[in-house]
Every structure is written in structure tokens, then in C-alpha cells.
């Protein structure tokens, strides 16, 4: 690891003056901060420590929601009885994730800020665009099958390993922030990036700027709802497809219906459009499938990876068969219901 | 294990390991943990290109760095022998070893082509970082199935290889015969990935003289190595590994950290630890990759008429690493006729090297998804398809086994399993969204013994030492040396101590290939029953002795005390007592175990199993779960149930991970095998397994090694792979022939 | 006091050092670290509390589970920098005395390790288990231990040495964990 210099503010105001530099981090629960440094892909000359703010608290807003500070751990998220009761969903994405190890250290803002798991991003013997702008990308034409299907560009192919990040998506949390420039709240749709020709920045936080907060608006689909991770193993792996389902229900008729994919995009994969196919139908397989095939419209195989697309269109409708029948995919229960 | 009488801590008992509390507590340590408070680290800087040659090299940034000693590479090592000979070990396969800064070449991708020692391993890690190399770069090949057309005969073998014997005219019955299958089999790299880093300590003694701490399966194959190279005499250096964070075969040969952290030893006269990283890891050795091709011919009830057996593996371009890949298919059936054949194709990788059941887990694994598609071809159940081709021979060298119990583990197996109640169509089980398939396959490993010496020494005390320079990598060595000297000298297992992973204690070979239980358990063994004659002479002789005019028959060993069998209140004689009154501080002896070279000729000597498994695949998604897997296991005397199932257990779950998970997946444009860590090579969690059941069937084998035991390290990974496989086919249909069988393979 | 190995901090680690405080299996230490020190070099390089194993280095084994605060972490992933005034329990802090902790009994008695290097690991990450008290069923116990890969493949030994635990922990609450 290179060596750099750290702080320990206590405060917002003198983390974000002590971020003022270039080659600053901000480091939370480090879990993969820190795993990146040792690999010497991150170089940071400094690291924040900002394990002292006060950005540890779940909170209601006022308009019914949650506010989730950025340094909750995901475990403490993914078991707080009010994620449990009224955002099950976020819950089982959390608990998809990673180890208990690695939940207990990982924090909601960082999780959000992983970086790819694609092999040539971890190996410095290869090019890559998001390690190394402009050196090329590797993965292209090279192994694909853990690639991007959607939204991938010619300079990187690489996707986004969070779940929680797919659930938020769906549960169309908002990303509050503070920086050089002041606060901000960045809805989660904006908050990642596709990769385009600067795949080096995954989100669009400026730099210097700070996640302090996330807030869940209060519509959690908590009675029809699941999350679906499809993985190499049963457990602690990242996701090939992963798919966050949310559907509010009247009389077996679609009210209202949300679809992100994981495993298959530089962020996770929504389309407003396949969500409102869905609404005013019956919650049945049909309309799941169109629902599929529009979210999936425009995937591209890069070959070893083909087989993601019929794996997610499966794997959406699965999804919302699950959220419909109110019969969500258990974290534990490795069987597929 | 049914049987007489079982002693309490004796042979067949299902004893705690006797080392259990030091693993439990954290206080067992591991070659990279002998902590002094002068040691240097060395981080070992891995090539970044394939194959070509290191053009320059700048250290100036990394040596710049305060607390780095120094970089060591090809320019200013210091000297070495020249001879490559000087290299081999005890298990090289033939050619030129890889040393580590030998030259500018660079010869495979992650070749260690510089050490950075520093006063913490994290200053060198990160100094490392700064060297400037520049490569002039070769092309290279890497690909096997590239290189398949220049694939050919090992024209150099290895101790141990077993040239495939064909037999009859397999083409011609082929062809002829009324049920035929026909395939080409593929299995992807595996990389070993024991849990704990390879490292090496080396502390160096004011006088020159080196404690090696390093993780190996064989202390004196480490010792010998060093000592070839750096000329060492006997007792200059001492190698020491009491515990090993598991190897599966990868710690067989020195690796290249030891040879590192010694070379740094002796340049800067300082300690040295060298670990490697777990990346640096994939470029240690791998099981190879392999493509069988099958063709099985059969009569229309499933009788064999033909095997064609063929396989390619790829080795190095400096070693010719072989497997035994073709030769068990041609073992294990009943059949007149069989073609086998074995090539290997010479890539630009660094040599293969063994991995627990190096060969068959490949060979046996491939041959019997083989064998489930003829069963489906002939329209028999797979189970009667073994049983009708059963053979009471090595049908390849057409000699006898010693024992061989296969019958009794397909019966015991079936019947535990539940085997009777399948339905044979394919598709033909379901639940909810799930389909399920009963597979099952034959499993067969080596029941080998290699010469091994032991030292027995009684104590005044009463305490028995027994002492062999094998190593303990987790099958529970130390547990069943203490087990066999309790059955041998009938003292209590408390009162004994094992002691390995020391090469200055009476030769061994290294520990693997399931032979150590019959080796060194032979060995403890022998030098027991040397020391109970010796004990009892000793007591016989002395004044007024109770045993006088007795043969050694007419008394008993029990407890610590010679008993005589008459008059056995009166007449018996505590061990300790014994020294004491002969005025002999303490009893040594040494005795040496060969096994009869002969007889081994004469007969097969194999472990076998069979092996049933459920598997559940959601039929929309393709996830996968093995529910339930059955082994049923003949592998002679069981030293120790509880432990002996733990290595079946073990071995079941690397077959599980080499039939759904495990690959190493080299990018051939780039030369590198590309997922190398453990969250994307995949081995099993503990979320993976769910019921697994083992069954060792009675099997008593008075001609296999004194003993009677066959090992058991590596019989549970034949044979899974292929069940696993079997069932998913059973349950889906779709035949893949291509491990592991991942998601995509089912869409 | 610093027990373990001692010596100065060598070349950039002495320049950059930062001081803290830990209280590590309940004793007290104050220590001079170098900002990127993991906790597991420190525990296994400086203070010679190598019951906590490298397998990986990058939060992908479990084999340097050990208790932070009383919950399970990865040690590779944890500057010691960082952790200023926390409470760690390692495996050399589970036994108390001669007397092994109920999970170190329990894997001995079902022999859920071979070569024993991810045990260490397996067992604190059981302790944080049960802390949590998520873990009821088998299905749960293997999900929620699944960050502890065991190459050995002990897995329902390993299973089966923490429900035999938890089971008696229902009838003995108050055994400490």
C-alpha cells in the first residue's frame, strides 16, 4: 500500500476542509477502499477517516420515509425492524450481499461506492480504462462472462457489484450529499453513471464531496416484493443477475410496479417504461414477460456473457412472480420459489 | 468400522484429534508465523508479461524507500549452481525446474522476477510497486486447445506415471457394437488455493546456520532442496513445519518463496519471511486442463465390448508434468477390448503440479459421465450398468486386487441413497419449480505405501515419543501416529506424543497421494513393536524378574504395564518401572517400513467408492443445489472414523466444487489466467453443502500393507464430480460434458 | 504496555506513525502504528497474536475474523488506525483460562477443521453469530457462516459444532459469548 497521510476529523465541516485536495479519500468501513489500495489500484496521498462523523442514524423524515445516515452498516440496515417491516426489500438486497463479515464493516455510502469486480480492473498487468484512462480496455473480446449486457460502452464493459444499490433503485431512494459547493440530493437514478468515454468515474458525486445521508420516500413495497441474486455459489458471491422486484397491488391488478437489475449494467439497470406496462394489468406472467423483454431492449452480449440476457428476462419474471404472490426469495432458503 | 474389540484410543477408535486444541485456540502455528524481532520480509514482484525477457530493470525508486534493504534479481543475485539437477526435488517431474531469478527470461505470466526485502512486509509490498521493468515480449502459447494437434506422448515420465496398457482391438469392437456413445469430455483448470498463504520463515542463527519455518508437505524434501543448492551440510539447517494450512498437493514441491526468503537469508545474513499473495498464488500450479475422448461400445444389455480412452493435458516447456488420466476407465470395467492413450501438449504456463487425487479426479470424473450416457444409451440403470461390468480384476494389467469391496459400497450406497426408488427417465422428478436427478458414480484412488522410518522413545516417565519427518496438512497424521503406538504398546493416548514436520527426525516422504496412513502408520508401527520386545527383554532380564523364563507371548502390553498372562494380578510391571530398575533413562529405537516390492507387483492395491448424489435445479433459472450426497467408501482398516470421514468429506467437496464451480479462466491473448482471487475463482461455502453421508464398508485387506489401511485423502473426489453431473443430466436432461457446470451450461 | 514483537518502527512506518489505544482480549495497549497497517499485521507482526490467519488479504476467505466491538469483522480490511478505542476479541481472548469456550469445544468434539487455519476465523465468526442471534435453523447457520471459506471442506461439521451450541445456549442463556 502506498503510503499516505490520514486524518480523523469529528466534524462534517472539517472532513469536507480536509478533502479539499487532490488524492484525498474519504474512508468509512474500508471494505473494499482498502482491499483496492492493497491491490495498488487506489493511490489515495490522503485518506479521511470519517468513522467519527455523526452520519450513524436511522431516522423517519417527515414525509413517512427513512433517512439513513452514510455511515449505518449494512448489517445494522438490513436488520433495523423499520427496514425489516416497511423496506423488506433494501433487507434482502443487504443480506444478499457480501459476508456478515463484510456487512458488519461495509456502510450504506460506501457500499454504494464499490468499484467493478471485473478481472482486468483488478489485474495491473492489463489495460483498463477505469484504472487507467485511456490504456484500452481488456475485457472487451476478452473473458466477458461476468460483463455488462446493458448500457456498456466501447471503452468498458465492466458492471456495478452492489445489491443494495439495485434495491435502492427500485425503492427510488435519494443520495444526500455535502461538498465544496453545499448540499445536494442526487435521486438514485442519477447517482451512478454509465460508463460512456470516461469510465474511470463510476458516480456523479463532484469531487470532495461527501455522501452524508440516504433517504427511502415512503412508498417500501413491503408487501410484494423480492430480490432475486443469481450467483456462481450459493452464497458471498457477486451477482451474474441480480433483480429487485416491487409491485403495489389492487385486486391482483398492478397499482404501481418497480424493476432494477443488478449484474448487468455500469449501474443498476431501470426502464420507467417496462415498469408502466405493467400497471392496470393482471400480476401474471404475461405481462411480467413484456415487461422483461422491454427492460432488456437494447442488451448486447459480448459473448461469453450471452447468456445474461436470457438468464435476466427468466429471472425478471421469476422476480415479480415472487413479489406478486408475496412469496419473496429468502436470503437463507437457497431454494428458488 | 464393525469390528472386535476397539480400544479406547487405539486403531478404530473415533478419537478427538489429539492436536484439536491448539487449532482451536489459535496458539497452532503456521510456517509465517515464527515472529523474531529482527526479520526482514521479502515481497516477491510477479512478471507481468507471459513470456519474453526483462529488458531492464530499475530498483533505484524501490530502494529509495527508507526501510528497503534490498532488491534481488536475475542481475545481482548471487551465484548459483549451474547445473540444473541441483534444483529437482524429490516429487520434480523430469526436465528443468523453474529457480526463481535465474535469468532475464520470463517463462510464464506472475513469474517472480524480483524480491524486495524490507524491514516491514507492507514497505516491501509497496516498494515493490515502484520497480521499472521493461519486457521485450514473445508470443506466446497458452491455449490447449490451440495446441492439441502437437500433442504427444510423454517422452519422459515421472515416478509414479502409469502408462496407459490398451488391450484387444477397442476401434474395431467399437464399431461393431450394438450400443455406442461417443464424446469429447473438458475439465478447466483448477488452482489449489489451501487457505493459508504459501510462507517461509527463515531465521538465521550468529553462526550461519538457518531455522526454515516453511509451509510444505515434506520437511526433509524442503531440507534437501535447500541443501542441494546452497551447499549445506547435514546439520546446518533444520526445516520445521508442525502445522500446515492445507496444501491438496500444492506444497508437495518447494515453492518459490522458500527458495526467495533463503536467498535473501544468506545475501543480507538476516531473517527473512517471504509469503506470497494469494493472486501471486495462481502462478505456483495448477491441476491441468484436460480433454478426454470416449468412446464406449456395448451389447445391448450394457456389457462392455469397447473402451476408447484418450486424453490430453498441458504441461510446461521446462517440465513434463503427466497424469494418470486414461488408466482407470481401463482398470475399473470388465472388457475385452480398450484403447488408451495419453498425450500431453507443452504450453507456455508454469508446470502443473498434483492435486488431490491428481489424475483421477480428471480421469475417473470425465470417464464415469461417460459411463452414465451408455447407461442411457443401453437403456439400463445406471447402477446395473457398473454392476454387470463389474470387474474382479485390474482388468488393465489383469492382476488381483488385494480387496476390493466396490460391490458392497454400490449396495451399501444404493440402500442408504434410496437408489431403488428412481425413476430412470430423465425429467421424470420434480418439485415445485424445481427438477431433481439421482446421479451416481465409481470412485478409485492408490492404496500406495512408500518406505518411511519411525523412532519410538519410551521416557522415564513412562511417556512414549514416536517421531517420523512426514507432515501433517490436516488429515489428521498426528492423531493417527498417537493412535497406532496406543494399539502397539498398549499405553494410553494421553501418554503419547507424535512428532513431525521436522527434518531432522528419521526419513519420510512427503505427505500426499492418501499414502502417509499406511506409511508412516507402518512405520510407528514397526518401531512400537521393536520397542515392546526391547521393553520386555529388558524386564525379563532383570533380577528377580516376574517374566523370568517367559517368551515375549506369554505376557501382554496394556496400560503401561507388561502384564504376564498367568498370574496377571501378581506378575505385571509398570513401563516406567522397568527403565528405572534397568537403569535406562530412556528406550529408543528406529525401524524402517518398506513395502514389499514384489507383492505390490503382483496386485492391485486400490481404494474404491460409490458415490450417489441429488441434485435440484430450478428448471426456469438453472440454480443448482446438491441436496444429498451418498459415499460409500472401501478403503481398508479405518484408523479413525470420525477423522477418516472428515477426508472423504473433504474430498467430496472439492468434487463439488470441480463439478459446479471451480475453473481458472486464462485470458490466452493476454497469457493470464484472469479470475485470481477467491471471490471470483469460486470454491465451495459452507451455504453449498447440505446433507452428505458417508459409509466406509467393511473391507479387511491383510495383504495391502501391514496395517490393512488404504488412505483416504483423495478417494472422495472421484467419482462426485461425476455424480453431481449425472444427476443434473437425470434431473434436466442435458448432458454436459464440459466441468464445471455452471449457470450458462443449463440455459 | 506493547507485549509481541518489539522493536521501533522501521523507515516511512516511524514518519508516518499515528498513535492509539486497543484493548485487545482485555488488555489495555497503547500503540504507535503506521496509518495503513491493517489490524491483522498488527495483531499477527507486531503483537505476535498470530491465532488470527491471512488467507487472503482482501475480504474474501474469513480467515482473519475477529471481534471488534463484539462484532464480527475482517481483520484485512480494518486499518488499525482506524479503530482507536475499540475492544477486539481474537481467538487467543475466547478461552477463558483452561477452559475452552463452548464453540472451541464444540468444533474439536465434531471435528469441524483439518488443517485448522480458517479455524480460528470459523469460530470468532460463530461467536459474532451468536451475538447476533439471526441464526435458528441449519439453512440459517450455513447462509450467515459462509463468509469462512474452508478449503478442507468441513462445512457440516462446522454446521453441526455451532447448532450443537446454540441448542445448548437456549438452555443456559447466559453463557458468555
Redesign the interface.
Known sequence: MRPFSYQRPTGIAEALRDASGGGVRFLAGGTNLVDLMRADIERPTAVIDINRLPLGEIEETASGGLRIGALVPNSDLAYDSRVEVRFPLLSSALLAGASAQLRNAATTGGNLLQRTRCYYFYDLATPCNKRDPGSGCAAKSGLTRIHAILGASPHCIAVHPSDMAVALAALEAEVLTTGPSGDRRIGIADFHRLPGDTPQVDTNLEPGELITAIELPAEGFADHYSYLKLRDRLSYAFALVSVAAALRLEDDVVAEARIALGGVAHKPWRNPEAERLLVGRPAGRDGFDAAARVLLEGSEGQGANDFKIPLARRAIVRALEQAAAATPQSPTDKRIR | MAGAAISRSGIGAPVDRVEGRLKVTGAAKYAAEFNEAALLHGHAYASRITKGRIAAIDPSAALAVPGVLDVLTHENRPDLPLLRRHYQDEVASPGIPFVPLWSDKVLFAGQPVALVVAETAEIARYASSLLEIDYEEEPHETDLKEALHRAAAPWRTRKGYVRPKSRGDAPTAFEAAAVRIDGEYHLMPEHHNPMELFGTTVVRHDDGRLTIYDKTQGALNSRNYISKIFGYGGDEIQVLSPFVGGAFGAALRPQHQLFLAVLAARHLERSVRVVMTRQEMWSLQFRPECYQWVKLGAEPDGRLAAIVNHAVTNSSRLETYTDNIVSWGGMLYRCDNADLEYRIAETDTMTPGDMRAPGAATGVNLFEIAMDELAYAAGVDPLELRLRNYAEKDEMHGIDYTSKALRECYAAGAERFGWARRVFEPRSMREGRELIGWGMATGIWEAMQSKTACRATLRADGRLEVATGTADIGPGTYTMMVQVAAERTGLPAERIEAKLGDSTLPYAPVQGGSWTAASTGSAVALACETLRTRLYEMARDLPDSPFASTGIDDVRFEDGEVVRNVDPMNKRMRFEAILEAAGCPELKVEETAKPGMISMMRKARNSHSAVFAEVRVDEELGVMRVTRIVSACAAGRIINPKIARSQILGGIVFGLGMALEEESMMDHRLGRFMNHDLAEYHVPVNADLFDVDIIFVEEQDEEVNPLGVKGVGELGVPGTAAAIANAVFHATGKRIRDLPITIDKLL | MEA????PL????D??A?PIRLTINGVERQLDV?????LL?LL??RL????????????????C?VLIDG????A????A??L?GADIV???G??QGDG?HPL?QA???H?A????????GQ?C?AA??MA?G?AR?R?????????????????????DAIEDVLKDRVSEPAMPV
Open positions: 509481541g514483537i518489539s522493536r522501521p523507515g516511512i512506518e514518519r508516518h499515528v503506521a496509518p495503513w497497517t491493517s499485521d499477527r507482526e505476535d497474536l498470530t491465532g488470527t490467519k491471512k488467507g487472503c488479504d482482501h475480504g474474501q476467505c474469513g480467515a475474523t462484532r464480527r469483522i475482517n484485512c480490511l480494518k486499518l488506525v482506524t482507536d481474537t481467538i487467543e475466547l478461552a475452552l472451541q468444533f474439536i468434539r471435528d477443521f483439518q488443517c485448522g487455519y480458517c479455524t480460528p469460530i465468526s459474532g453469530l447476533e439471526r435453523t439453512d440459517e447457520i450455513r447462509e450467515l457462516m459462509s463468509g469462512n471459506i474452508c478449503r478442507c471442506g468441513c462445512y457440516p461439521n462446522i454446521t
